[in-house]
């Protein structure tokens, strides 16, 4: 149990003081939301550029791997889109940014910090190749699925528009889009910029927990609380239950298994709040369940890092 503490309580000590700097105004919304801008749009991006470009493609990406996962999280998008319209009677615009939250785990702020420390930065190959891929993926589920449900009975190409002009303002995705042009071109880049690379990549993690403690300060459970413990209980028990059966099933290494466990065990991410904000459907639910998610898993990740040989 000790061990399993020194991995978690770290990374939740920095959300901590965020959320205690926020809470006592140390600093102020405006500042919170310039170091969230700092990381989503510049320290993230460059870390998952250089994670990407740097990645063994043949060997990362593995089927077996990317199933268990995203089979897992697709179920969390279907259970939580169904959900919340057969047991909430939500509209289906709501019911689309709920299903979004069951299916955008935290894979970047929780999962690479928690699986760092639980196994080692060597062990962290199989999180970048999920990585990789959950923006994309996420991101063109979510928006595809609103904007025909926003367009019924409009035209098929407004829709696809709307989709590819969401995608491709997405800076995550234009990260790793420019990722991989590198690595499969294998475009050198210039010492100085490797470097300057590496100190923006170093910032980012850290950056982004402390700013996540002072976003989630804003994010108060309020009303709506079967909804939220619904979306919380697949993020934290359905989709990962999913993809450690899959992947035991298939087979997969140690390292991959626990990575893709791991990662699928994450609270939802803030993205699910920008989402579910950029479309103005169930942003209360979204930030509650950010929040009560991410303290859950306090509790749930311990059990996982338990169960994980």
């Known amino acids: ?22 809470w006592r105004q140390l600093i102020t919304d405006a500042q919170v939301d310039g170091v969230v ?10 870390l998952l550029f250089v994670a990407i470009a740097r990645l063994d493609l043949g060997q990362n990406f593995e089927w077996r791997l990317l199933t268990s996962f995203y089979v897992g999280a697709v179920a969390g998008f279907v259970l939580g889109f169904a959900g919340a319209r057969l047991f909430f009677r939500r509209d289906w615009e709501d019911c689309t940014a709920i299903g979004f939250v069951a299916l955008f785990s935290n894979s970047v702020l929780l999962g690479l910090p928690l699986t ?21 993926i996420c991101y063109a ?5 609103m904007e025909v449900l926003r367009n019924r009975g409009g035209r098929l190409r407004d829709s696809a528009r709307h989709v590819l002009s969401a995608m491709f ?6 990260a790793i889009a420019l990722g991989f042009l590198v690595n ?7 010492g100085v910029m490797d470097q300057a690379l590496d100190l923006m990549v170093r910032a980012a993690l850290p ?24 979306v919380v209980a697949l993020s934290l028990i359905v989709h990962p239950a999913i993809t450690y059966g899959l992947a035991r099933g ?60």
């Open 116 to 136: 760092e420390r639980a196994y080692g930065p060597d062990a962290l190959a199989a999180n970048y190749a999920i990585i990789a891929l959950h923006s994309p």
């Open 141 to 145: 589920i979510g928006i595809t699925t």
């Open 250 to 309: 298939f087979g997969l290494s140690t390292e991959a298994l626990r990575s893709a466990t791991l990662t699928a065990a994450m609270a939802p991410g803030v993205n699910a709040y920008v989402f579910a904000n950029m479309y103005g459907r169930a942003r209360r639910v979204a930030a509650s369940s950010v929040l009560i998610g991410t303290a859950g898993v306090m509790l749930t990740g311990w059990v996982w890092l338990y169960i994980l040989p």
């Open 207 to 230: 950056a982004a927990l402390f700013s996540l403690g002072g976003v989630l300060f804003r994010y108060r459970p309020e009303g709506d609380l079967r909804t939220i413990g619904f």
């Open 1 to 22: 149990m000790q061990a399993l503490a020194d991995v978690i309580l770290p990374v939740f000590l920095v959300i901590g003081f965020g959320y205690v700097a926020r």
């Open 184 to 190: 499969l071109t294998q475009l050198p880049l210039p």
């Open 169 to 174: 303002r997405n800076a995550l995705v234009i």
């Open 37 to 46: 801008l700092f990381t989503q749009n510049f320290a993230i991006p460059c």
